[in-house]
């Protein structure tokens, strides 16, 4: 890569909690976000529960202006951005514009606002459709507007693969660092808590229609979807150290696959991701202290990702957990769970799986339940599979202060 990169800033905003530190003491806590949908009526839709950021004003965090422009997953874009930046003690004006990019992930795009434009169109015609919808929906809005916002005019771009992508974007953007940036803002989020959004996923035959959401227990009955995400900072590590900045840890590998369809008779990749992220970090099996895991709560599914784990570290090799059940999954904002393994890196704590109360014994995992673990961690491995077929495996390596860390 020749340039190492660094996490210098988090902007999160979940379910459970806005802020890295309110978000990490909820989760520390086992304190769960996930509740009745408010943002609409869900009578008459057989999923009614989901992780929903209560009491975001968006109007408290950006320009008037912005509002009737963009959607809410945007929204909590830029917010999550500014968050990170402030969280990185980094000031765009004091970078070249052509020195700092944008990658973000993207999944479902402008529900909400498309919604309302079809309503329009729909109830009064085309003349009623406003001119923003060309691009509020669209599944690179957050890249742009994040660019445009902080003069980030050097290398940008998007990646739509569900809940992976948010993984891979955090890997473009250690790439666009090795290219030479000086800064990237990286992640992603995700918000689709309308009828529209809904209806796209309550029609999966992976989603939870029980309420709960219960990743390797022998009740899992699917997963719970979740709004919101993370905002990461990258660097190089010397520039970050140079100005004094914090880092909370390298982005030390990566690697995806992508699984053959269902009716084929091969087998699932997961595994052959896993070792690809090890092997570009330099690192063996023995060297990761926990794995935060894709945990879908499909039993077929957690089956495969329990297999995968134990092929690659050996039966209960590594303590594994979903933090993620506090929050539902989160699709473009997964990268909640780089948040998450960086503040568990910088506090060496464990943070739990909540809601499992019956881990299915034949899956062979040492899963982290109810109530954090203090261990003494330096490296870890995020997972995350998208609809479809995508897997991602990336590693991070814990972070140091420098003498001038904020």
Same mark, same amino acid.
């Given at each position: 890569?020749?340039?190492?990169?660094?996490?210098?800033?988090?902007?999160?905003?979940?379910?459970?909690?806005?802020?890295?530190?309110?978000?990490?003491?909820?989760?520390?806590?086992?304190?769960?976000?996930?509740?009745?949908?408010?943002?609409?009526?869900?009578?008459?839709?057989?999923?009614?529960?989901?992780?929903?950021?209560?009491?975001?004003?968006?109007?408290?965090?950006?320009?008037?202006?912005?509002?009737?422009?963009?959607?809410? $997953?945007?929204?909590?874009?830029?917010?999550?951005?500014?968050?990170?930046?402030?969280?990185?003690?980094?000031?765009?004006?004091?970078?070249?514009?052509?020195?700092?990019?944008?990658?973000?992930?993207?999944?479902?795009?402008?529900?909400?606002?498309?919604?309302?434009?079809?309503?329009?169109?729909?109830?009064?015609?085309?003349? $009623?459709?406003?001119?923003?919808?060309?691009?509020?929906?669209?599944?690179?809005?957050?890249?742009?507007?994040?660019?445009?916002?902080?003069?980030?005019?050097?290398?940008?771009?998007?990646?739509?693969?569900?809940?992976?992508?948010?993984?891979?974007?955090?890997?473009?953007?250690?790439?666009?660092?090795?290219?030479?940036?000086?800064?990237?803002?990286?992640?992603?989020?995700?918000?689709?808590?309308?009828?529209?959004? $809904?209806?796209?996923?309550?029609?999966?035959?992976?989603?939870?229609?029980?309420?709960?959401?219960?990743?390797?227990?022998?009740?899992?009955?699917?997963?719970?979807?979740?709004?919101?995400?993370?905002?990461?900072?990258?660097?190089? =590590?010397?520039?970050?150290?140079?100005?004094?900045? *914090?880092?909370?840890?390298?982005?030390?590998?990566?690697?995806?696959?992508?699984?053959?369809?269902? $009716?084929?008779?091969?087998?699932?990749?997961?595994?052959?991701?896993?070792?690809?992220?090890?092997? %570009?970090?330099?690192?063996?099996?023995?060297?990761?202290?926990?794995?935060?895991?894709?945990?879908?709560?499909?039993?077929?599914? %957690?089956? *495969?990702?329990?297999? =995968?784990?134990?092929?690659?570290?050996?039966?209960?090799?590594?303590?594994?957990?979903?933090?993620?059940?506090?929050?539902?999954? =989160?699709?473009?904002?997964?990268?909640?769970?780089?948040?998450?393994?960086?503040?568990?890196?910088? %506090?060496?704590?464990?943070?739990?799986?909540?809601?499992?109360?019956?881990?299915?014994?034949?899956?062979?995992?040492?899963?982290?339940?109810?109530?954090? *673990?203090?261990?003494?961690?330096?490296?870890?491995?995020?997972?995350?599979?998208?609809?479809?077929?995508?897997?991602?495996?990336?590693?991070?390596?814990?972070?140091?202060?420098?003498?001038?860390?904020?």
């Amino acid at each position: 890569m020749g340039r190492t990169a660094v996490v210098t800033g988090l902007g999160v905003f979940a379910p459970n909690g806005t802020g890295v530190e309110e978000y990490w003491r909820a989760t520390l806590a086992g304190e769960s976000g996930i509740g009745a949908v408010t943002l609409f009526d869900t009578a008459g839709y057989p999923v009614r529960r989901a992780g929903e950021i209560t009491g975001f004003d968006a109007a408290a965090h950006l320009p008037g202006r912005l509002l009737p422009q963009t959607d809410r $997953w945007t929204h909590l874009a830029l917010a999550a951005t500014r968050l990170g930046l402030d969280d990185a003690g980094a000031d765009p004006a004091d970078f070249g514009e052509y020195e700092m990019g944008v990658v973000t992930a993207s999944s479902s795009g402008g529900s909400d606002f498309g919604q309302r434009e079809i309503e329009r169109l729909w109830s009064k015609g085309p003349q $009623w459709v406003g001119a923003y919808q060309s691009i509020a929906w669209f599944y690179a809005a957050t890249t742009g507007q994040v660019s445009i916002r902080h003069g980030m005019r050097g290398p940008s771009s998007v990646v739509a693969a569900e809940q992976a992508g948010a993984i891979d974007a955090v890997a473009a953007a250690r790439r666009v660092i090795g290219d030479g940036a000086a800064l990237v803002v990286s992640g992603g989020t995700d918000s689709a808590l309308c009828p529209y959004g $809904w209806v796209t996923q309550v029609v999966r035959t992976d989603i939870s229609t029980d309420g709960t959401y219960r990743p390797f227990d022998a009740a899992a009955s699917g997963f719970l979807p979740g709004e919101g995400g993370a905002m990461i900072i990258v660097e190089p =590590a010397d520039a970050a150290e140079a100005r004094g900045a *914090r880092s909370y840890g390298e982005i030390a590998g990566h690697a995806s696959s992508f699984d053959p369809p269902p $009716w084929s008779t091969r087998p699932p990749t997961l595994a052959t991701a896993i070792r690809g992220a090890l092997a %570009d970090a330099g690192i063996g099996p023995d060297d990761v202290d926990v794995v935060f895991a894709d945990a879908a709560g499909v039993p077929d599914l %957690d089956r *495969r990702e329990a297999a =995968a784990l134990a092929e690659v570290f050996g039966p209960e090799g590594v303590p594994v957990t979903a933090p993620k059940t506090m929050t539902g999954r =989160a699709y473009a904002g997964a990268s909640l769970d780089l948040a998450a393994a960086l503040l568990a890196l910088r %506090d060496n704590v464990i943070p739990p799986t909540i809601g499992v109360g019956d881990p299915v014994p034949g899956y062979r995992l040492d899963l982290v339940r109810d109530q954090p *673990r203090e261990a003494e961690l330096a490296t870890a491995l995020v997972l995350a599979r998208g609809h479809g077929g995508f897997n991602s495996a990336l590693v991070l390596r814990g972070g140091h202060r420098s003498g001038g860390a904020r």
